[in-house]
């Protein structure tokens, strides 16, 4: 009933940029905290960055300065703009969100299935 959909990825060069994208459709009554982590192989998978419904973000720091992420609350939508990228931000990208539907009082998380980024050097 509830889902999110990430697009963007690809291969870039390092140093290139990369902007993705995950729009939330379904069921919707609220989307509230949205955010993106990432999975490189063999590695685990960590946080990358958040933003709340107001706009304020956190970021991890190994891509603060270089990835900014915004979101278009009418379409329900978080953006990751990636800039200055290099080989170790090579990685599986997961957008996260936190809803709460039209029936329900409580809220949960909802992933999506990923987007692959390569960046080559």
């Known amino acids: 009933q509830v889902q999110l959909v990430e697009s963007g990825g690809g291969l870039v060069q390092a140093g290139g940029s990369l902007r993705l994208s995950c729009a939330a459709s379904?069921?919707?009554?609220?989307?509230?905290?949205m955010g993106w982590h990432r999975q490189a192989p063999g590695k685990e998978r960590e946080l990358v960055a958040t933003i709340t419904t107001g706009g304020s973000p956190n970021y991890a720091d190994s891509v603060k300065g270089r990835f900014t992420i915004s979101r278009d609350n009418a379409k329900n939508t978080v953006y990751l703009q990636m800039n200055s990228l290099t080989p170790e931000d090579t990685a599986v990208y997961y957008c996260?969100?936190?809803?709460?539907?039209?029936?329900?009082?409580?809220?949960?998380?909802?992933w999506g299935q990923g987007t692959q980024v390569t960046v080559s050097s």
């Open positions: 996260n969100a936190n809803i709460r539907r039209y029936l329900s009082t409580y809220t949960y998380d909802y």
């Open positions: 379904g069921s919707i009554f609220r989307v509230n905290a």
